[in-house]
């Protein structure tokens, strides 16, 4: 029997990401657990906050 691997698809994340208004972006950014440990999707939308230069503090 096979045994099926999970992988995560970081470029799936970051295409949903960028598809997210800079209102939704920060909305999750608030509701996020531990910025400093984030998820897949969490790490991208990071990323992509970055890549926009929006700063959290702002929202």
Known sequence: MMRRLAVHDHLKDAA???ALTDKELAAIRRRM???????????AVLDEMERRH?????W
């Open 16 to 18: 949903e990401a960028a």
């Open 33 to 43: 657990g531990d910025p400093k440990n984030p998820s897949g999707f969490e790490q």
């Open 54 to 58: 929006l700063q959290p503090r702002h």
